[in-house]
Nanobody
């Protein structure tokens, strides 16, 4: 069983920033693309951002591409999601995931974390 562990969520005000972290065991990080997804209450899971195993390619959802940045630190087996200028509509549970290749579709990901809550008040 491979477990990814997210952290960094919380309650913030609109316009604030948060940095989410996701740490994975080496066997679920090295050579894997990593992605962030989110799910708000009553809504389907939504792609947020993804980064290739090398860190050279990134994809973002249109709604976050000018505000969020995904990056990874191989030495720490950790992927980060820097979220700036947060909006109330960013409120959701954010989960990280690992896939064999860079993808924006959740079904392509094999390992998932339990999620961390991000709440943005207006």
């Amino acid at each position: 069983q491979v477990t990814l562990v997210e952290s960094g969520g919380g309650l913030v005000q609109a316009g604030d920033s948060l940095r989410l972290s996701c740490t994975a065991p080496v066997r679920a990080f090295s050579g894997y693309a990593m992605g962030w997804f989110r799910q708000a209450p009553g809504k389907e899971r939504q792609f947020v951002a993804a980064i290739s195993w090398s860190g050279t390619s990134r994809h973002y959802a249109e709604s976050v591409k000018t505000r969020f940045t995904i990056f990874r630190d191989t030495s720490k087996n950790t992927v980060y999601l820097q979220m700036n200028s947060l909006k109330p509509e960013d409120t959701a549970v954010y989960s990280c995931a690992a896939a064999f290749k860079l993808d924006v579709v959740g079904s392509a990901y094999h390992y998932w974390g339990q999620g961390t809550q991000v709440t943005v008040s207006s």
